[in-house]
């Protein structure tokens, strides 16, 4: 099944050429190469999730170098990089309030029946493709562990 959230991308690119918006089409144009090297050294075709966790990829890597940068005494090039997370994020689905998260949590340990901190990695696996690209998946698990723990 085909990724709408690729063809969204695909047409930004188009779009971008066509108003003659160079940065905004540098940072599509990376994000849809990094696409394609999955499509062809794995011989898939991308569907919405797996292109949700290459975006959260993608924007996780900026914000490091956006911090790099900062610490640096660098905002030029820090500047840069947030653009590049607003321009990516914009093809993310809306992000999840914490109550919906929490929600999604309980109803993943009830299914699991996890009780500890052995059962976290049996709660992530069901939890992180329905938060994927909505929530930082870092601080769920923080909340996973706070809730087994």
């Known amino acids: 099944m085909a990724s709408e959230i690729k063809a969204s991308v695909s047409q930004a690119v188009k779009d971008a050429m066509r108003a003659k918006d160079k940065e905004r089409l540098g940072v599509l144009r990376v994000v849809m190469a990094e696409f394609k090297k999955i ?16 975006l959260d990829k993608q924007i996780k890597q900026r914000k490091d170098s956006a911090q790099q940068f900062q610490d640096a005494g660098r905002p030029e090039l820090a500047a840069v990089e947030t653009f590049e997370i607003d321009v990516i994020s914009s093809f993310l689905p809306s992000p999840l309030s914490d109550d919906d998260i929490l929600s999604i949590l309980k109803q993943a340990i009830a299914a699991t029946g996890a009780e500890s901190m052995r059962d976290m990695g049996k709660v992530m696996a069901l939890v992180k493709p329905q938060i994927q690209g909505r929530a930082d998946v870092g601080k769920v698990s923080a909340q996973v562990k706070s809730l087994l723990g």
């Open 39 to 54: 499509e062809v050294d794995e011989r898939i075709e991308l569907d919405d999730a797996r292109v949700l966790a290459v």
